[in-house]
């Protein structure tokens, strides 16, 4: 890597150097060839250093307005795209059905309401797949939920005597995306979507030791506090005691996993429709542990009914919001319809998608793609829709293979070729600004906001990150040093070297490309 840096070094030297022409220097165009050829020696040292020698590279790297290949490396291989493929996903969303689309939860009820506020019957909601009911999106996931139950309360609803119900299947199908690992459903990054989503499917776990050594761990649940429903085992334990044991759940520290001594781990009982949590956990001590919802439908439901009670709205059967959810999803054509939720529109979500590079909001737009143009919220029909508009795009068929929307699925496959593609018709868009504005900025914000600091590509270079076991992507625009707004793809499978080192080239590229000048 250190003889790699000593070329790219070199690289920059000779393209930053201009000649001026009176002295009889190159003409502009063979300078222009000069940095190229320079740029592509020194990104074939690094790709073909020995440390890569079993890995995959991608790259294409183009100055759209020119028409002019900087450099290309495999470019019409497929690779593995991680969340680069959330660049398919937003991209045809936002061409298809715009900036401003909103999505709409309808709340009804069946039955009669009394003089006195009772509805004697269900309250209904009818969901086509709102991700933005979320701590991430509204800084409390619940507060979405308190202003439904305040409009209720304005339409005059006090007590509902029957439950409260997801109607509907607008997202009719499993709520994982194809080819995501069943051992990781637990995980954070691994949480499903539905037609109603609360909290992008997470829920935290706040597990504390018990008073004394012996007694049980205390557990709450947030940011809903009745679901999921809690099955404890996890025992307090002396300070100084060994680490004990660990689940799908586990991980050190105390973010998203357990705990730092001892640990505690969480897992859904299939059996039972609870969650475990196990292990042990040290006298004084505390963590959180995120889990995925396996049923988003019922984390919603479940939510909204505790909304309404603190609210001062009785809902009198609670079987609809046990932990197994206990909402077979009903037909809604016996609802009356009482008010619409809007979300705010696409343009607001894109940037929470991309620069954070959030996965199920991105599941939710690719089943949103096939609910608006298809009539079926699945992944199928969105692949359906993404086919023609890539049709349209004029790009190639054999590029891509589109199996989510986030990208953790292993079955995606995509070629530098066609994210550069997508790139390039982004830019030619009315939709370019707010694109390009929601992808991480080097230095600045999102998944690359610790990347390519104190460089030209700081505050500079647009790219979305992409990762998965074995799998790095960095695509997006850069402005050279005389101005010129480049496109890349850089993309790397199947390496036996520490990650840091496969970041090391994507960054270096970056920083030569805000560093070339070209006129």
Known sequence: MRAASRTLLLFVVLAGCAVPRAMGGPSPASGAHNAKAVL???IDSMVNAPEFRSANWGILIVDPLASDTLYAHNA???FIPASNQKLVTTSVMLEQLGPDFRYRTIIGKRGSVSADGVLSGDLTVIGRGDPTTSNHMKGDAMAPLRDIADSLRQHGIRRIIGRVVAVGNAFPGPVVGAGWPWNSLDGASFAGVDELLFNEGLSVLHVQSGARVGDLAVVETRPARTYPTIHVLAVTVPRDSAVAARGPGSGRGGGRGAFSRPRVSAYHDTLTSTVVVRGQIALGDSTNITLAQHDPDAAYVAALSEALRDRGITVDDQSA??????IAQQSGDSADSLFT?????????LPMILK???NQIAEALLRTIGLERTGVGTADSARQVVARQFTEWEIPSDGYVVRDGSGLSREDLISPETIVSILDVMRRSKNFDLFYRSLPIAGVDGTIRTRMQNTPAQGNLHAKTGTLGMVRSLSGYVRTADGRLLEFS?????????QASVDRVADAIGVA???LRLK
């Open 40 to 42: 592509a020696s020194a």
């Open 76 to 78: 019409t291989k497929l």
């Open 321 to 326: 919001v046990g932990a197994d959810g206990g």
């Open 341 to 349: 939720v809007t979300s705010v529109p696409l343009s607001e979500i």
């Open 356 to 358: 954070p590079s959030q």
């Open 490 to 498: 850089i993309l790397c499978n199947n390496w036996m070297t520490p």
């Open 513 to 515: 490309l805000a560093e």
